[in-house]
């Protein structure tokens, strides 16, 4: 084999690996990598097959200059330079380009040895150092030119002329595969790193929704289960010594709201222990519309209600919110409220379900003070559940005096049941049974 084809050959060969050398699980930005974690795996890797590989191909290359201890040396300075790459990719590219130059300038056996100045590019595209990195593989070509061409005549191994032009096509092509390459490794990051923030703020925006159904959980249950307790409490202190039976039936009013509320509260901190389980028992729904009812007797509070239209199953979302609704309701009328009276409608249409509730007021001190007809939290978290579901609430004064608070629900999930419901007016509650 001449000196001439010894000198053009290998650098046609010479192909940048198919893979890039950052992994794809990395972020777009140093934050996304341990800041002390240096890539000297991957580095020792690329040294190994530096080494390994080039002692390989010198045995096809006996014209070339042996490799020596300086060449094995200039063999393992580009991949200890890539252990850099993350920290400093300017410096990394640069010098691996620089190291390369002086490894072909010596005249040693052509091989793997571009490796390292692709992973550095590579990874300075990545990391926002185009420049440098384009810099850094148009000086090693201009280098590969000068010698392969010019300088052959001076430099080792001696003998050696130059090379033809006709293989700096395939020279030129393996740059731009290098440069189109380290691109599209730069979008595919930039592409994981959109993915990863829309996923986080996909998550924050779930935890943030759940923990705002939590706390209206929380503060539908303890709202009204509390004024219960409190109401029946001051009647039992009220008629403790004059009325001991009332009293004993303002305790087991007391016992039994207590009870439920801690059902209630412990069936919600059940599913923040086991987010994945599936409830113990089910979400309360309109079915237990009487027993809501109910207990607003038990402190003194007439409720009618009054259902217009067919009966209708209803999604197990919006069951819940109805029940939540109507129970705010009532229990802002028995803390805000002067009258004893409320009247709620449920209106069943083809496509909604309206919720009315109405009590002929005046409202209390504390019921102005607390601000119940703008800015209440109950008042909130009706909306919030509404809304969650596409639907709405409006609550204020009406002109006649007193005070209402109107829903509407979509039921685009439900089903409708044969069974209708009629009006009652009592100064009870009561519904046919379904």
Known sequence: MSHTSACAAPRGGARPPPSPATPPWWGAGPEARPAARLPWRSSLAVALIQLLGTQFAAHTQ???????????ALLLAGPALLVLRHRHPRLAVLGTAAVTALYLGAGYPYGPVFLSVVVACVAAVAAGRRVAAWSALGALWAAHLLIAHWLCRWLPPP?????????????AAWAVAVVAGSELVRVRREQWARERAERAAVERRRADEERLRIARELHDVLAHSIS???????????????DPEQARTALTTIKAASKEALGEVR?????????????????????????????????????????????????????????????EALTNVVRHSGSRTARVLL??????????IDDDGPATTDGMASGVSGGGN????????????????????????????????????????????RETSTGEATMEAP
């Open 267 to 327: 069936q919600v901190l059940d599913t923040l222990r086991t987010p994945g389980d599936a409830p113990r028992s089910p979400a309360p729904g309109l079915d237990r519309l009487d027993e809501l009812t109910e207990q607003a007797r038990g402190v003194g509070l007439a409720v009618s209600v009054e259902v217009d239209g067919v009966r209708t199953a209803l999604p197990p979302g919006a069951d819940l919110a109805a029940f939540r609704i109507v129970q």
């Open 378 to 421: 109950g008042l909130v978290g009706m909306r919030e559940r509404a809304a969650a579901l596409g639907g709405t609430v409006a609550a204020g004064p009406r002109p006649d005096g007193g005070f209402r608070v109107r829903a509407r629900l979509p039921l685009t999930a439900a089903t409708v049941s044969p069974t209708p419901r």
């Open 347 to 356: 209106r069943y249409g083809p496509a909604e379900l309206e919720l009315r």
């Open 228 to 242: 219960v307790i409190n109401v029946q409490a001051g009647v039992g202190l009220a008629l403790l010594d004059q």
């Open 159 to 171: 003998g050696d002329g130059p090379a033809p032009w006709g293989q700096e096509a395939v020279v």
């Open 62 to 72: 006996p014209e070339r200059a042996g490799l020596g201890l300086l060449g094995r």
